[in-house]
């Protein structure tokens, strides 16, 4: 009975699973802690995400974003810009402008051509506006006080003067025939134009004289020449009931006798007109324009010889 009491009982199996050595429990416990060290350094920090792009996420880059922030674009400041052309020439003044258009035609023949034949015909008051405006610099250019007559007042305003005689002497052809084909503009223009040269200055001296003689001449021919082309349209009508007669014969007055040809041209014509033969003096006195007064009475073609016989 001893023996028996003297030997101990077996150690139970769950209580050896329960007692594992201390070795075990040990490196199960590292093994988890490791692991769970191993997630939080894998998984990313505070700081991380949020500089991280949105871009990157799975979640945003599966997700579609509203169509009013798709279409939304990024406000930009004001820049600077240079005007259009439009814009820019709506700031250029008539001098600037030209200014501007020679330079061009003048680097670029070409352009110039197509300039002339693309711009308006001048009218005879857009010329005659011109002529005025340098008449008015003309005057302008004069000394105040002293002889207007004298040589130191000519050669202060000799350049503005040329400038005038200059512009004049390019437009008056413009309009003459052939290049204008209506007699009423030539005729309009001659009468505007030698109202400005008798506007010319008078000098002392005769050699400062000579511009404004040579003007009276110029235009005398330029009159002899559109009253020749006006007689050989429908009868010379337009001589006839223009009053060119009066206005000729005021012209010649205010020019001293220097317009007498073109006068007696107006004469010869409208003699004719009236029945009269070519070259024939016509001797109804002052009144050149009595072939009008004629018609007015009913006594026009009275003086003409009437055809007897047969016709």
Request: glycine share 6%; aromatic share 6%.
């Amino acid at each position: 009975m001893n023996s028996v009491m003297a030997t101990p009982p077996p150690p139970h199996q769950l209580y050896n699973s329960r007692l594992s050595p201390s070795r075990s429990v040990s490196f199960a416990i590292s093994g988890v802690t490791s692991r769970k060290r191993k997630a939080e350094d894998d998984e990313p920090q505070a700081e991380d995400r949020m500089s991280a792009s949105p871009t990157n996420s799975p979640n945003l880059s599966s997700r579609s974003l509203p169509a009013h922030r798709q279409m939304k674009r990024a406000r930009s400041g004001p820049a600077g810009r240079p005007l259009t052309l439009s814009r820019l020439l709506e700031t250029l003044d008539a001098d600037s402008l030209r200014s501007v258009l020679q330079s061009i035609c003048t680097r670029h023949p070409a352009l110039g051509t197509e300039v002339e034949n693309t711009a308006p015909k001048p009218s005879v008051s857009s010329a005659i506006n011109v002529l005025k405006s340098y008449e008015s610099i003309l005057r302008n250019a004069f000394p105040y006080g002293g002889d207007s007559t004298s040589e130191y007042a000519y050669n202060r305003v000799k350049q503005a003067l040329m400038n005038l005689l200059d512009a004049l002497a390019d437009f008056t052809p413009h309009f003459l025939p052939p290049n204008e084909s209506q007699t009423t503009q030539s005729l309009a223009f001659l009468d505007e134009a030698t109202d400005i040269i008798h506007n010319l200055p008078d000098w002392s001296t005769f050699q400062n004289n000579l511009h404004k003689q040579n003007a009276y001449e110029e235009i005398a021919k330029a009159w002899t020449l559109v009253i020749r082309e006006a007689a050989k349209k429908a009868g010379g009508i337009q001589l006839q009931y223009g009053g060119w007669d009066q206005k000729i014969s005021k012209h010649n007055q205010q020019a001293h006798g220097k317009l007498q040809e073109v006068l007696d041209e107006l004469s010869s014509h409208i003699g004719w007109i009236a029945g009269q033969l070519p070259g024939q003096q016509h001797d109804r006195g002052a009144d050149v324009g009595s072939v009008r007064q004629e018609l007015l009475s009913g006594t026009y073609g009275s003086n003409l010889p009437v055809q007897v016989g047969p016709w």
